[in-house]
Structure formats: C-alpha cells, structure tokens
C-alpha cells in the first residue's frame, strides 16, 4: 500500500484536530463524511426497531379504522410539528406511527396496486444513495453516480433494444421518477423531432398519456377502441389512415387495471406502414424481459422509437425507479442546456461531463444506485425467476377462483393480476366488501371497471405468497360478502 504524499497527512491530521474524533451531537450529526456512519447506526437500530413495533401494532396489511383513525393516531405522535425545542424522541416516534399506519406491500394480502414489497439489498443501498446525497445535475457533485448511471442505463437500453435495434444507431436510456415522467418525456421527445404530434393511444392506456399531452400543449388524444382490454388493430389501422400529420402510437405492454399486454407486433407494423412513431409504456409489462420464459410476450417492444419502463413495480426496487429507453440516441439532443455554474462550455470541452442533457429534472438523487445493486446482486436468472414466480402465483390464484363457485374470474392473467368478483353480486356489493376490508385492514384489494362491471383487482407483487395466502384472501372476500 503506498503511503501518502506528507502534506496529505499533514491535513488529515488537521481535520482530525478541527473535528476531533468524537461524533456531534445526535440531533445534528451528518450522514456522511468522516463521522458519518458512527452517527448512522444508532439510529438505524432506532429505525429498525420503530419498524418492527409500529408493524406489530398494525398487526395486519393495513392499519384497522379507517382515515379517522389513522389520521388520530398520526396527530397524536407527531404533536407539535414544530416545537420550540426538538425531541431526541421523534425519530422512534414517527417511525413508529408511519409504521403502523402504513400499508405493508410484503404483507401477501396487500395486492390492490402495482406498489411492490422492495428488495432489502435494493433499501440498503437506497440508505448509501440518501447518506452520500450526491446530485445529478453536474459531475462535480456526483462523480462516481454520474459513470454509474451511464453504465447501467446503457445495458438496460440494450436490454430492451438487443435483438433489432438499427444499424449505426445507438440505443440510450433515461432515469425518471416513474411511468408518468417516462411517458411525458417520450410525448416531448416526439414533439420535438416533428415539429409537433399527434398522440393516438388505445382506449385502455394509463392516464399519465392524456395528461402529457395536455401539459405539452398538443390536441387531445385520439382513442382507438380496446374491446377486448387491449388496442384493435384495425381501429388503430382505420384511425392512422384518416389522421394527417406527424402521428405518435402509444400501445401498453401491460395495463393498470389488468395486466394485459397489446398486439406489439401488430401495432408495430401498422406504425411502420403509416409512418408513424410508436411508444410502448412498459411501465409494468417491462420486468418480462428478466424473464426467460416470459419475455415472448414482449415481442415488438424493440420496434418502438421509446419505451417506459418502471423497475418499482417489477424490478422490486424503492420508489422512484422509472427509466426511458430510447431507439436512438441522438433523439436526446433536444435535451441539452446550458447552465454556466453546472456545465459551462469550457468545462464541457475540458472534459468533464455534461449531466444536465439526462433529465428535465436539476437537482435529482442517484435512483440508479439501488437499481445497479440489484441487478449485480441477483443476476439476470435471479430476477427472472422473481418474475416467474409472481405471475405463477396469478396463476394460482386464478386456478383457485376458477374452481370456485362463489366467483367470477374475469380471464386469466397475462402477467401478475387477477381481476374476480363475488358471483352473482351487484357492482354496489363488490365495492362495498373492498372498503370494509380496507376498514377493517384485513386486505388490500383494487378495484377495476371493465365491460360494464366492477372487478376485485389482486396485484400479485410479492414473490414470497405462499399458496395459503391465495386461499386466505378468497376466504376473506367471501366471508365479508353478504348472501
């Protein structure tokens, strides 16, 4: 090991003195720096351990009582939220109450949304992201992240991209908060590559696309039927004949309120005959291309110019994990700005990277970190097989309703969720057994409105259900469904 220059440890030795060893006091200790994790972990045992009593005490999915109840109890512990002294207590305290007041996506009975049980390697490194709080708006605050972030979101465009992507045309990919700043980037990237666009989306595509267009100033979106769940084809043919212009396709590969995926193929070549750029939002369906097994299904999704994709759902990462992947690079030049205190021209030519082109976002945490871990921790084969084993449970759970004569199952699933009913009850009934679950935090169930009825809506997100659990929740729904 070399040893450092003497004036290296002259200054070592002066910061030591300036500082001492001892850390500050708790309430203004620093997460990072020299002192950093001696001050961290007491008050991760302080955490931990708030974590564990306030999901005791919530004893179940959800927290029992309702918002009256949860919002008195959060009063009470939080008191004065801003008092004329601090409280050496209020790290257990509101731990604790937001603990127990939360709605646990591990628990095998919270399956109402696409909120996903996140991998503990995945929250670990969110804690080194949050301790560090390096900033991706200029290399100089976030040196490391900033290689980081380009390294992972380069194979993961290549991921997506791998088997078409065009000749002499690199792919790229974006790290966003989520599907709706995915999907709103990928309508402004479209935009300024034709001057303006025409959206058209199915009937069944997720609501953040409306309001992208509308925050971006373009015509309201066309709608091209779903009557089946998933975009026609020959309406959207139809449409895209009638329609003039520069015209932008947004079909699903996986929707909110069923999990069903679009003819990617289909719409892929009608997009190709008119001359029309496509977006898939793969918010949900992308984790399918972990998956050995399950990738088919995304047939055509590296056909499209942009593609969503949202690893805290499939991918089991902490929120905010949303990326973009992009065909071609050169798509996100009309990203670049300038800014003389983060990239300044010279600085730029000097060498040092230019940040600010990889987000509509300044200021942002290094997301990518938990996202980084995960894949080098599990793998590909690893994360697939967490894939594989959440849309078995579907499977499962759809086997199970099947077979019984008190539901309705409304198809089999495509990916992780099973939309069923009680048989023979009114849309009022349906609505009704969800809230009193919800009052009761028994279970944590969605709900979806498609042919003209009210669906039970089960997300299964959490690879460790256990069949049991499946048969815990239909019990439930029955029990609380009047006859």
Known sequence: MSTPPPGDLEEARARTERHGNAPALPRTSLASGPEGPSALRPLLDTVLDALQDGGAARGGPLPAGGPEAVAR?????????LPPQGSEDALRVLVRALAEGAADPADPLCAAHLHCPPLAVATAADLAASALNPSLDSWDQAPAASELEALVTTALAAEVYARANEPRKEGAALVTTGGTESNQLALLLAREAHGGVQLVRGANAHHSLHRAAWLLGLPDPVVVPAPAGTMDPAALDEALTELHGPLLVAATAGTTDAGLIDPLPDIADLCATHGARLHIDAAYGGGLLFSDRLRARLDGLDRAHTVTLDLHKLGWQPAAAGLLAVRDASDLAVLEHRADYLN????????????LGRSLRTTRRPDILKIAVTLK?????????????VCAHAQDLADLTAAHP?????DR????????????ATDDTVAAVRRTLLHEGRAVLGRAALDGRLWLKATLLNPHTRPGDLAALLKLVEGHTPR
């Not at 300044?344 to 940040?355: I, K, Q, R, V």
């Not at 921790?377 to 084993?389: E, F, I, K, S």
């Open 344 to 355: 300044a021209d010279d600085d730029t030519e000097a060498g040092l990277p230019d940040l």
């Open 413 to 424: 699933p495509v990916i992780s969720t099973v939309l069923f009913r009680p048989a023979g």
């Open 377 to 389: 921790t599990l793998g590909r084969d690893g994360l697939g097989a967490l894939v594989d084993q």
């Open 406 to 410: 008190g539901f309705e199952l409304y």
């Open 73 to 81: 109890r959060v009063r009470d512990a939080a008191g004065d939220v």
